[in-house]
T-cell receptor
Protein backbone atom coordinates (compact mmCIF):
# COMPACT_ATOMS: atom_id res chain seq x y z
CA UNK A 1 0.00 0.00 0.00
CA UNK A 2 1.10 3.55 -0.67
CA UNK A 3 0.49 6.45 1.67
CA UNK A 4 1.41 10.11 1.49
CA UNK A 5 1.33 12.38 4.53
CA UNK A 6 1.49 16.15 4.67
CA UNK A 7 1.68 17.20 8.30
CA UNK A 8 1.26 20.95 7.80
CA UNK A 9 -2.40 21.80 7.10
CA UNK A 10 -1.67 25.52 6.72
CA UNK A 11 1.33 27.78 6.32
CA UNK A 12 1.69 31.50 5.88
CA UNK A 13 4.73 33.58 4.94
CA UNK A 14 5.51 37.08 3.75
CA UNK A 15 6.13 37.82 0.11
CA UNK A 16 9.77 37.24 -0.96
CA UNK A 17 10.44 34.83 1.91
CA UNK A 18 11.43 31.21 1.45
CA UNK A 19 9.04 28.50 2.58
CA UNK A 20 9.38 24.73 2.85
CA UNK A 21 6.45 22.33 2.67
CA UNK A 22 6.88 18.85 4.15
CA UNK A 23 5.81 15.51 2.76
CA UNK A 24 6.52 11.96 3.89
CA UNK A 25 5.44 8.81 2.13
CA UNK A 26 5.46 5.07 2.45
CA UNK A 27 5.89 2.51 -0.28
CA UNK A 28 7.43 -0.92 -0.61
CA UNK A 29 8.47 -0.26 -4.21
CA UNK A 30 11.93 0.88 -5.23
CA UNK A 31 11.00 2.58 -8.48
CA UNK A 32 8.51 5.39 -8.16
CA UNK A 33 7.85 9.04 -8.87
CA UNK A 34 7.03 11.91 -6.57
CA UNK A 35 5.18 15.06 -7.50
CA UNK A 36 4.13 18.37 -6.10
CA UNK A 37 0.92 19.82 -7.48
CA UNK A 38 -0.44 23.32 -6.90
CA UNK A 39 -4.18 24.04 -6.75
CA UNK A 40 -4.94 27.79 -6.70
CA UNK A 41 -8.32 28.86 -5.32
CA UNK A 42 -11.10 27.81 -7.71
CA UNK A 43 -8.60 26.85 -10.38
CA UNK A 44 -7.26 23.64 -11.80
CA UNK A 45 -4.43 21.61 -10.36
CA UNK A 46 -1.03 22.29 -11.93
CA UNK A 47 2.11 20.16 -11.82
CA UNK A 48 4.89 22.06 -10.05
CA UNK A 49 7.75 19.60 -9.96
CA UNK A 50 8.53 15.92 -10.45
CA UNK A 51 11.21 13.65 -8.97
CA UNK A 52 12.29 10.20 -10.12
CA UNK A 53 13.16 8.02 -7.13
CA UNK A 54 16.18 6.45 -8.79
CA UNK A 55 17.78 9.87 -9.32
CA UNK A 56 19.68 11.18 -6.32
CA UNK A 57 19.84 14.70 -7.70
CA UNK A 58 17.08 16.91 -6.39
CA UNK A 59 14.73 18.32 -9.01
CA UNK A 60 14.59 22.10 -9.55
CA UNK A 61 12.15 24.25 -11.52
CA UNK A 62 12.96 27.95 -11.32
CA UNK A 63 12.01 29.07 -7.77
CA UNK A 64 10.82 25.58 -6.81
CA UNK A 65 13.15 22.86 -5.60
CA UNK A 66 12.80 19.64 -3.66
CA UNK A 67 14.77 17.92 -0.94
CA UNK A 68 14.38 14.23 -1.66
CA UNK A 69 15.58 11.91 1.09
CA UNK A 70 14.86 8.39 -0.13
CA UNK A 71 15.97 6.53 2.97
CA UNK A 72 13.83 8.75 5.18
CA UNK A 73 10.98 8.68 2.63
CA UNK A 74 10.79 12.42 2.75
CA UNK A 75 10.05 14.80 -0.13
CA UNK A 76 9.86 18.47 0.83
CA UNK A 77 9.19 21.42 -1.49
CA UNK A 78 11.09 24.67 -1.15
CA UNK A 79 9.70 27.84 -2.68
CA UNK A 80 12.23 30.65 -2.89
CA UNK A 81 11.38 34.34 -3.27
CA UNK A 82 7.70 33.58 -2.72
CA UNK A 83 5.15 35.54 -4.71
CA UNK A 84 1.49 36.37 -4.13
CA UNK A 85 0.61 34.02 -7.00
CA UNK A 86 2.07 31.12 -5.05
CA UNK A 87 -0.95 31.24 -2.74
CA UNK A 88 -2.65 27.85 -3.23
CA UNK A 89 -3.19 24.36 -1.87
CA UNK A 90 -0.12 22.23 -2.45
CA UNK A 91 -0.40 18.47 -2.77
CA UNK A 92 2.36 15.91 -2.63
CA UNK A 93 1.71 12.75 -4.68
CA UNK A 94 3.32 9.37 -5.32
CA UNK A 95 3.14 6.98 -8.26
CA UNK A 96 4.83 3.65 -8.80
CA UNK A 97 6.74 3.13 -12.03
CA UNK A 98 4.47 1.46 -14.54
CA UNK A 99 1.36 2.34 -12.54
CA UNK A 100 -0.07 5.69 -13.53
CA UNK A 101 -2.34 6.07 -10.52
CA UNK A 102 -1.36 8.92 -8.19
CA UNK A 103 -1.80 8.78 -4.43
CA UNK A 104 -2.14 12.25 -2.94
CA UNK A 105 -1.49 13.68 0.49
CA UNK A 106 -4.02 15.78 2.36
CA UNK A 107 -2.57 19.04 1.16
CA UNK A 108 -1.02 22.18 2.68
CA UNK A 109 -2.76 25.51 2.31
CA UNK A 110 -0.07 28.12 1.65
CA UNK A 111 -0.80 31.82 1.92
CA UNK A 112 1.68 34.42 0.76
CA UNK A 113 1.04 37.75 2.46
CA UNK A 114 1.96 41.11 0.90
CA UNK B 1 -5.19 22.57 -27.63
CA UNK B 2 -7.35 23.97 -24.85
CA UNK B 3 -6.32 21.46 -22.18
CA UNK B 4 -8.65 19.14 -20.30
CA UNK B 5 -12.24 20.30 -20.40
CA UNK B 6 -14.93 19.25 -17.92
CA UNK B 7 -18.64 19.93 -18.08
CA UNK B 8 -20.62 21.05 -16.29
CA UNK B 9 -18.56 23.13 -13.86
CA UNK B 10 -21.23 22.92 -11.20
CA UNK B 11 -24.15 20.57 -10.69
CA UNK B 12 -26.79 20.71 -7.98
CA UNK B 13 -29.07 17.71 -7.81
CA UNK B 14 -31.62 16.24 -5.50
CA UNK B 15 -30.83 13.07 -3.61
CA UNK B 16 -31.81 10.03 -5.61
CA UNK B 17 -31.36 11.64 -9.03
CA UNK B 18 -28.84 10.48 -11.61
CA UNK B 19 -26.08 12.77 -12.85
CA UNK B 20 -23.56 12.52 -15.67
CA UNK B 21 -20.33 14.44 -16.08
CA UNK B 22 -18.24 14.75 -19.21
CA UNK B 23 -14.49 15.06 -19.67
CA UNK B 24 -12.67 15.93 -22.88
CA UNK B 25 -8.96 15.17 -22.49
CA UNK B 26 -6.03 16.59 -24.43
CA UNK B 27 -6.47 15.06 -27.85
CA UNK B 28 -3.21 13.14 -28.08
CA UNK B 29 -3.40 11.76 -24.54
CA UNK B 30 -4.27 8.09 -24.40
CA UNK B 31 -4.86 7.85 -20.65
CA UNK B 32 -7.75 9.44 -18.82
CA UNK B 33 -8.32 9.47 -15.07
CA UNK B 34 -11.17 10.30 -12.73
CA UNK B 35 -10.56 11.49 -9.17
CA UNK B 36 -12.84 12.69 -6.40
CA UNK B 37 -11.86 15.49 -4.07
CA UNK B 38 -13.82 16.40 -0.95
CA UNK B 39 -13.37 19.73 0.78
CA UNK B 40 -9.97 20.15 2.38
CA UNK B 41 -8.69 16.77 1.18
CA UNK B 42 -6.43 15.51 -1.56
CA UNK B 43 -7.88 13.88 -4.66
CA UNK B 44 -8.77 10.19 -4.40
CA UNK B 45 -8.41 7.89 -7.38
CA UNK B 46 -11.62 6.50 -8.86
CA UNK B 47 -10.72 4.94 -12.21
CA UNK B 48 -8.62 5.27 -15.32
CA UNK B 49 -8.75 4.38 -19.00
CA UNK B 50 -6.11 3.63 -21.55
CA UNK B 51 -7.76 4.45 -24.84
CA UNK B 52 -11.25 2.92 -24.49
CA UNK B 53 -10.27 0.23 -21.98
CA UNK B 54 -11.03 0.79 -18.31
CA UNK B 55 -7.92 -0.64 -16.66
CA UNK B 56 -8.44 -0.02 -12.98
CA UNK B 57 -11.29 0.88 -10.65
CA UNK B 58 -11.03 1.91 -7.04
CA UNK B 59 -13.13 0.35 -4.30
CA UNK B 60 -14.52 3.88 -3.92
CA UNK B 61 -16.31 3.34 -7.21
CA UNK B 62 -19.47 1.66 -5.94
CA UNK B 63 -21.99 0.02 -8.23
CA UNK B 64 -23.82 3.35 -8.44
CA UNK B 65 -20.85 4.80 -10.33
CA UNK B 66 -20.04 3.98 -13.92
CA UNK B 67 -17.48 5.47 -16.26
CA UNK B 68 -17.09 5.08 -19.99
CA UNK B 69 -14.73 6.19 -22.69
CA UNK B 70 -16.44 4.71 -25.75
CA UNK B 71 -14.13 5.82 -28.54
CA UNK B 72 -11.02 6.49 -26.58
CA UNK B 73 -11.64 10.22 -26.66
CA UNK B 74 -14.05 11.87 -24.21
CA UNK B 75 -15.25 10.14 -21.07
CA UNK B 76 -18.41 10.24 -19.00
CA UNK B 77 -18.87 9.53 -15.30
CA UNK B 78 -22.39 8.70 -14.20
CA UNK B 79 -23.64 8.52 -10.64
CA UNK B 80 -26.98 6.83 -10.14
CA UNK B 81 -29.27 7.40 -7.16
CA UNK B 82 -27.09 10.18 -5.79
CA UNK B 83 -26.52 10.45 -2.05
CA UNK B 84 -25.42 13.43 0.01
CA UNK B 85 -22.07 11.73 0.53
CA UNK B 86 -21.45 11.99 -3.21
CA UNK B 87 -21.09 15.76 -2.88
CA UNK B 88 -17.54 16.52 -3.98
CA UNK B 89 -15.38 17.88 -6.76
CA UNK B 90 -14.93 15.34 -9.53
CA UNK B 91 -11.63 15.83 -11.33
CA UNK B 92 -10.62 14.49 -14.69
CA UNK B 93 -7.03 14.31 -15.88
CA UNK B 94 -5.22 12.97 -18.90
CA UNK B 95 -1.71 11.90 -19.81
CA UNK B 96 0.33 10.34 -22.57
CA UNK B 97 1.73 7.09 -21.30
CA UNK B 98 5.22 6.21 -22.55
CA UNK B 99 6.08 2.58 -23.17
CA UNK B 100 8.84 2.82 -20.59
CA UNK B 101 6.31 3.06 -17.78
CA UNK B 102 7.58 6.48 -16.76
CA UNK B 103 5.14 8.91 -15.25
CA UNK B 104 5.46 12.54 -16.25
CA UNK B 105 2.36 13.64 -14.38
CA UNK B 106 -1.12 14.53 -15.49
CA UNK B 107 -2.91 17.52 -16.91
CA UNK B 108 -6.00 18.16 -14.81
CA UNK B 109 -9.28 19.74 -15.77
CA UNK B 110 -11.01 22.34 -13.62
CA UNK B 111 -13.41 19.77 -12.19
CA UNK B 112 -17.15 19.41 -11.77
CA UNK B 113 -18.47 20.38 -8.36
CA UNK B 114 -21.42 18.22 -7.39
CA UNK B 115 -23.78 19.22 -4.62
CA UNK B 116 -26.45 16.73 -3.59
CA UNK B 117 -29.30 18.30 -1.63
Amino acid sequence: AQTVTQSQPEMSVQEAETVTLSCTYDTSENNYYLFWYKQPPSRQMILVIRQEAYKQQNATENRFSVNFQKAAKSFSLKISDSQLGDTAMYFCALSHKGAQKLVFGQGTRLTINP
Amino acid sequence: DTGVSQNPRHKITKRGQNVTFRCDPISEHNRLYWYRQTLGQGPEFLTYFQNEAQLEKSRLLSDRFSAERPKGSFSTLEIQRTEQGDSAMYLCASSLSPRTGDNYGYTFGSGTRLTVV
